[in-house]
């Protein structure tokens, strides 16, 4: 029995001993990376003081370019030219030294680097901020860039006293708003669906790539069922997917529809956003809120309905990203016309 006890205890010992040394490293990592961070920060600011603003860009230029070549004979590749004007970009980006501090602690230099050339501060901000409260990877950074999701997000196409107070609640507080979490379009191009198919063929595809249909529409998703069945009198009515938003504390219902948005989806969806509220809400939770994916949709049909304060969110899905310049000009006429709407209503 002792033998026994005394190699349960040793299992015991070294599986704590063994997560001790994991944090250990996680740390060591951690404190690496926020004193490399911060020394690059110190570089960039000594070659724009000392060197940069004092001297013609000719000049400045060639003295960078010897100053690299001696750095990387006795540092190594770190300080090659390029990386050094990052450093420079870095410091005029970032220039408030405690919010540096900061985001030292949280983002890695690979993430600053994809940060600090987005010219739009507020979109800069939004995905600093996407960055800490989801932990991105950079990999993961650079395909919400790629794929516009700023442009995409509700937030964008807001005032910019919106923007910032959204942001800084999410950052600060941990709370989410809906205009952070809604999209449109939805792209689902990791789907690889065929030129026909069905509802139910998007349905299944998500399914099968769930994971990824969930990091397109945020990591705070838990999946709750597919066709969940509700009976309202003697009928039958099924939710094509039903999700949980954890920051959002609250059901979402996805209705998946294969062609354009017509009125009477908004009395269907109207419909399951009560039964869900008198039946399956939680104490505590806010109120269920729905997604209508369909192909196409009249922006001036679904602002005629109000669908918004149903708590409805009617979004375009694209099974394939079209080409980056007209998605480009696509998404900022539809943020310059949400904008002008809201300004308008502004001054009635």
Known sequence: MSN???????????????KAIGDSKKNVVMAVNSEMVILYWNIGKIIKTEILQSAKAEYGKSVISDLSKELTKDYGKGYSQRNLFNMVRFFEVFSNQQTLQTLSAKLSWSHFVKLFYIEDALKRE??????????????????????MLYERTAISKKPELTIVNDLKQLSEENKMTTDLFFRDPYVLDFLELHDTYSEKDIENAILTELEKFILEMGRD????????????????????????HRKLRRLV?????????????????ELYLRWLQKNEMNEGENSPVAIILCASKSDEEIELLEVDKSGIHVAQYLTQLPPK????????????????????????
């Open 4 to 18: 026994l006890i005394n190699t349960e205890n040793l299992k015991l010992l070294y599986k704590e001993i063994s």
């Open 126 to 147: 939004f995905y600093i901020t996407m960055c800490n409260n989801e932990h991105w990877s950079v990999r993961t950074l650079t395909d919400r860039i790629n794929s």
């Open 221 to 244: 998703f838990a999946f709750l069922g597919r066709q969940v069945r509700i009976t309202i009198g003697n009928k039958d009515y099924f939710i094509d997917l039903l999700f949980y």
């Open 253 to 269: 219902l996805i209705e998946l529809k294969l062609g354009e948005f017509l009125p009477e989806h908004k009395g269907q969806v």
């Open 325 to 348: 310049e007209l998605f480009q000009e696509k998404l900022h006429k539809a943020i310059e016309r949400a904008k002008e709407k809201f300004e308008a209503n502004t001054l009635e």
